[in-house]
């Protein structure tokens, strides 16, 4: 019996009293509610809204409530009465108000395995204190210096390991890009090192338990991401020691602290336990998205040859001027000329939606939980124009449909790939610098194509069920 099929019986095996519960509750309750549906005590229509589909649609299901509800409707979703907007302004209205009308509220399943201490768990004032502390360490001069050069570093060891004519998984070497460029970034390891390799294979167990069914028995997803998220803390804490025991040896100055670790133990007064937390979620938070990202973008524009072709001009163009002027290392200068290819970034996002929908919860006047799904609003056809159709030039006005001639990037207000309000994404510069860097050694160095019929599909969370498995052909543009 699957962890999901075991999940439903015991669900079911204590709805019926809980039918009557609600059937009470409900008449007690007059509040002033959007239409919808609650469907089965406690499992309420999570089934129904987790069945997977194609990751640049909204699904059949969302589809059917909002053509019968409209935008926002009511619902139960993972254990909880839900009110689910697909309304742009009222997910901006949502994220805006987050500590004052609303507050974020992930499931239970989440803390557990994230830990108590997770930047997505928390609010309040330990919610500011350790959103700071990434983004003094996700900061644009950290990025204009330090992390362009990394970014370059670990893109380049990843794209010349790929040999030609060999079927790879693209979505496992965007994986790999982003793991080393964290892991590197947050504990100064090194990409190919036993530990580095050792820690990576903990994390796949890891990511497949954060993504399951929460069902703490022997042998269930979950029960092995528990395992393998304690594994990770204590190599985690590992190398906290030998940091420490560096710094009574040599004192402070000669502490590294490029890295996350070496900047929290010396400039925060964060327990052991809370930097364990952050550690592990910055580590997740930053290296399964833009990995979606990077393969997302490979996947579309493998559909898009024109697109492929401008981006090949606007890098030649960045590439030719390098060479004339005797530089090598590719600029933040270099970056901010890269115009077309933020708009295949942003149009990527839009489309693919790597992030779908965020959890939240009423904190005035109701007690309700809330779900900003904001890709229901990237794929809205009445704010985007054939919202199916990759397109990044839509991007190249006022990213949608309007007509001012400036380039734009992600200003429209309908578009919201990295969250929004006061806990916007610590990482989407970071994130975009990635798929940049990535792109331009890409497209200057490769040909591909797609070896397999692979597509996108939200779990939700976004995955290539066959790993999106491409050919490259080597070929140097410049
Ligand atoms: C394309 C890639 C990415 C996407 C689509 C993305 C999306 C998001 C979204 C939607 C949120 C808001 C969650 C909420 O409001 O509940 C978020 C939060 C966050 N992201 Fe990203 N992210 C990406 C990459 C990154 C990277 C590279 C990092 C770097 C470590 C990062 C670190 C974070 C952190 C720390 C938060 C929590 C912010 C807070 O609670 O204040 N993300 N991300």
Redesign the pocket.
Known sequence: MSDLEFFLLLLASISVPLVILNLIKRKQSGLNLPPGNTGWPFLGETIGYLKPYSATSIGDFMEQHISRFGEIYKSNLFGEPTIVSADSGLNRFI?QNEGKLFE?S?PRSIGGILGKWS??VLVGDM?RDM?TI?LNF?SHGRLRTHLLREVVKHTLLVLSSWKENCTFSAQDEAKKF?FNL?AKHIMSLDPGKPETEQLKKEYVTFMKGVVSAPLNFPGTAYRKALQSRSTILKFIELKMEERIHKMRGGGLENMEDDDLLGWVLKHSNLSTEQILDLVL??LF???E??S??IALAIYFLEGCPNAVQQLREEHLEISRAKKQSGELELSWEDYKKMEFTQCVISET?RLGN??RF??RKALKDVRYKVLPV?AAVHLDPSLFDQPQHFNPWRWQNDGNRGNSSSWSTATNQNF????GG???????E??KL??AVFIHHLVLNYNWELVDKDEAFAFPFVDFPKGLPIKVRHHNFT
């Open positions: 994220l974020c992930y930047m997505l919610h959103r990434s996700l982003t964290m979620s910055l938070a930053g290296h998205t833009s979606v990202a996002l790597v992030v965020l959890h904001i919201m790939p990295f969250g006061p806990r916007l994404c610590a990482g989407s970071l994130a990635e798929m």
